[in-house]
């Protein structure tokens, strides 16, 4: 049984930093992507970033590019999105997000939260 589980959410004020963490347990990622999708209040979930497994492209969302970036450490299965000058629109539940072949799994969530 695949678990993906997310640390490092918070509380920040605009313009600080978060550091958040994407622990894969279960199975060994060689392939497919592994990225972060947010949903904010009253708003659709939408896709921030992801990371292919094996070639390390990335891809993110216009809102969060030179802001957000997002690394994997193949050792530890871990993937990570750095967020720095956030901004209070950036307020969201955060999920980690694996993709492998037709199989998706999904973490349980994590708060980020920037205040002005």
């Known amino acids: 049984q695949v678990q993906l589980v997310e640390s490092g959410g918070g509380l920040v004020q605009a313009g600080g930093s978060l550091r958040l963490s994407c622990a894969a347990s279960?199975?060994?990622?060689?392939?497919?992507?592994m990225g972060w999708f947010r949903q904010a209040p009253g708003k659709e979930r939408e896709k921030v970033a992801s990371?292919?497994?094996?070639?390390?492209?990335?891809y993110y969302t216009d809102s969060v590019k030179g802001r957000f970036a997002i690394s994997r450490d193949n050792a530890k299965n871990t993937v990570y999105l750095q967020m720095n000058s956030l901004k209070p629109e950036d307020t969201a539940v955060y999920y980690c997000?694996?993709?492998?072949?037709?199989?998706?799994?999904w973490g349980q969530g994590t708060q980020v939260t920037v205040s002005s």
């Open positions: 990371i292919a497994w094996s070639a390390g492209t990335t």
């Open positions: 997000n694996a993709r492998v072949g037709a199989s998706i799994y």
């Open positions: 279960g199975r060994t990622f060689s392939s497919g992507t």
